[in-house]
C-alpha cells in the first residue's frame, strides 16, 4: 500500500473540502439572515394583531391569555423562546406579575423558561419567610401565592410545572397545548410526591379566544430558529 499516495489524497480532499466550506459560508449566512429577516417580519405581524385584538366577553381568560402573548413576543424579540407567562389574583382580576422566556438571551439560562422566570420574579418581590421564622415547617401558608392564577401562553413543561406545584400555585390556565412537551396533561405520570402533591389543583386549557390559541401556537414553534444555538 502507497502510504505516501493516500496521504496526497487525503491532503488534497481536506483541502477540497475546506474550500467548499470557505465558499458556501457566505450563502449559508444569507440564508440564516434572510430566515431571521422572515420571521421579524412574521413577528411584527403578530404583534399588530395581538394589539388590535379585542377580548371576547365569551371568553373570559382572553384578557390575561393577551398579557401572556405580549410577553411571548418580547421574549422573541430579544431571540428568546416565544413563551409568556402572568399572575392574576383572581378575586380582583389583577396582575401582579409578567414573566417571560430568557433561556438564551442575554446569555444562556437552562432554568429561564417563562414560567421560571415569571415565579422567580415574584418571589424575589414579595419575598415571604415561614410563618414563626427559621425552623418552622408550615411554608405552604408563607408563599404568597394564595389565591393567585398563573395563566401561560403553552402548557408547561415538566420542569415548570414541579416547580408551580411545589410553589403553591393551585390553578394553571394555558392558551396552546403543547403535545410532546406539556406536562398538564400528564400529570399521572409525574413520581407519586408529585402528583399526590398536585391533587385537587386545577391545570387545564384557558378559556380563551381561538384566535389568541393560534397566535400562541405560531409564537411557540418557531423557539430557537432564530439562532443556531
Not at 434572510?34 to 412574521?42: G, H, P, V
Not at 413576543?73 to 431571540?79: D, K, L, Q, W
Not at 427559621?134 to 401561560?152: K, M, Q
Not at 410553589?167 to 392558551?175: F, M, R
Request: net charge positive.
Amino acid at each position: 500500500m502507497n502510504y505516501n499516495r493516500l496521504i496526497r489524497i487525503y491532503g488534497f480532499n481536506c483541502i477540497v473540502i475546506v474550500f467548499v466550506l470557505l465558499l458556501s459560508y457566505p450563502f449559508l449566512a444569507a440564508a440564516q439572515e434572510n430566515r431571521q429577516k422572515i420571521w421579524l417580519e412574521e413577528l411584527n405581524r403578530i404583534e399588530k394583531q395581538v394589539n388590535a385584538f379585542k377580548p371576547n366577553p365569551a371568553y373570559p381568560d382572553d384578557p390575561f391569555i393577551l398579557v401572556t402573548l405580549k410577553e411571548a413576543i418580547a421574549g422573541s424579540r430579544e431571540e428568546n423562546g416565544g413563551i409568556g407567562a402572568c399572575l392574576v389574583r383572581e378575586d380582583t382580576g389583577e396582575i401582579v406579575e409578567t414573566g417571560h422566556n430568557r433561556q438564551f438571551e442575554p446569555y444562556h439560562r437552562s432554568d429561564l423558561h417563562a414560567e421560571m422566570d415569571l415565579l422567580n420574579r415574584y418571589e424575589e418581590k414579595v419575598r415571604t419567610r415561614r410563618l414563626g421564622g427559621r425552623g418552622n415547617p408550615s411554608t405552604v401558608e408563607a408563599r404568597g401565592f394564595a389565591g393567585i392564577v398563573l395563566y401561560s401562553s403553552v402548557e408547561p413543561c415538566p420542569m415548570c410545572l414541579t416547580r408551580i406545584i411545589n410553589a403553591g400555585i393551585k390553578k394553571v390556565l394555558y392558551a396552546a397545548s403543547d403535545e410532546t412537551g406539556g406536562m398538564a396533561q400528564r400529570i399521572s405520570s409525574l413520581p407519586p410526591f408529585w402528583s399526590n402533591k398536585a391533587k385537587g389543583n386545577i391545570y387545564q386549557a384557558a378559556e380563551c379566544s381561538p384566535e389568541l390559541v393560534a397566535i400562541a401556537k405560531r409564537l411557540f414553534h418557531p423557539m430557537g430558529k432564530l439562532k443556531n444555538r
